[in-house]
């Protein structure tokens, strides 16, 4: 055989091996390309700024445009779903006026203090008033009137709640505005104010929801406000009478009329201030 015929013998295997070597070099460079994609997922999935939104959630049916890659990562430290800031005040539809007709707490309650006489007392909330759960309003009233600030860190007396069969000094009741009118007179609420008229503690729905100007002027939680208004009127109840701020930025007494402004003193829950008893100069506003 000529070396003519024996090159043309070997130039398909010549083609064959460079076949073998683009093959080679095209799934070295697809290999590559897979370890580098997978890389890249790898990487996305662990950046802490990439895909990983906290607190965001984007509807799979809305298409995403350029402000769905700039929304800003909340900071670790804040959760977005925790609300940060106390309740001033509630703004919700509640009733200003009703039937002045009461339903009961049927309930005993633990005995409030450590020493001294029992006193009974009874709860007790107009019939309309759907905003507060009886449950709620007794465990907010034995908050307060539990507390080793209130009036049972005297040791004069303890305090508990009682159904309304039982024999009781004092009823607190959560009532309309309209109904205060009512219930105090002659007192001259005007349907603003709480009062304590005879065996009776009224505790006005309105400012249970809305607190005062003075307190939400000073961004004082509506919890302390409802804290300060049960003592102030049960300290009716127990005998104290109305006081006065002692001194410009001294914590305001609890039996000083603090609804009505707190004329420069700090609001103040409590009867008992650092073991205690804190108390003004007598007289109203």
């Known amino acids: ?24 070099v095209v799934l070295a460079v697809i290999g590559a390309g897979v370890v580098l994609v997978n890389h890249l997922d790898i990487a996305r999935a662990s950046s802490p700024g990439a895909d990983q939104r906290v607190g965001v959630i984007v509807d799979p049916s809305a298409s995403v445009g350029p402000s769905a890659a700039t929304i800003p990562s909340p ?10 800031q106390p309740v ?24 409030l203090g450590t020493s001294g006489p029992i006193r009974h007392f009874r709860l007790a909330m107009e019939s309309n008033i759907d905003v507060v759960s009886m449950t709620d309003f007794t ?8 507390d080793p600030r209130s009036w049972i860190a005297g040791d004069k007396y303890r305090l508990q709640q009682v ?20 219930m105090c007179a002659p007192l001259p609420t005007n349907g603003f104010t709480s009062c304590r008229q005879g065996s009776h503690v009224v505790l006005n729905l309105d400012r249970y929801m809305t607190s005062v100007s003075g307190y939400r002027s000073a961004q004082v939680p509506l919890d302390t406000y409802r804290t300060y ?30 609804t009505l402004g707190l004329h420069g003193c700090v609001a103040n829950a409590w009867p008992y201030v650092d073991g205690k008893q804190y108390d003004g100069p007598a007289g109203s506003y």
Do not use: W
Not at 88 to 111: E, K, M, W
Not at 233 to 242: D, Q, T, W
């Open 1 to 24: 055989m000529s070396p003519r015929h024996r090159g043309a013998h070997r130039h398909p295997r010549r083609h064959r091996y460079q076949a073998f070597l683009v093959a080679v």
């Open 75 to 84: 900071s670790p430290s804040t959760s977005p779903l925790v609300a940060t």
């Open 88 to 111: 001033i005040a509630l703004n919700i539809p509640f009733p200003r006026s009703g039937p002045q007709t009461f339903h009961y707490a049927t309930t005993t309650g633990p005995v």
């Open 139 to 146: 465990a907010k009233v034995d908050e307060a009137l539990g």
């Open 163 to 182: 159904p309304s069969s039982s024999s009781y000094e004092f009823t607190v009741y959560l009532v309309t505005s309209n109904t205060t009118r009512h």
């Open 229 to 258: 208004m049960i003592n102030h009127e049960v300290g009716h109840a127990l005998g104290h009478n109305h006081e006065r701020c002692p001194a410009k930025g001294a914590l305001a007494p609890v039996m000083q009329q603090q």
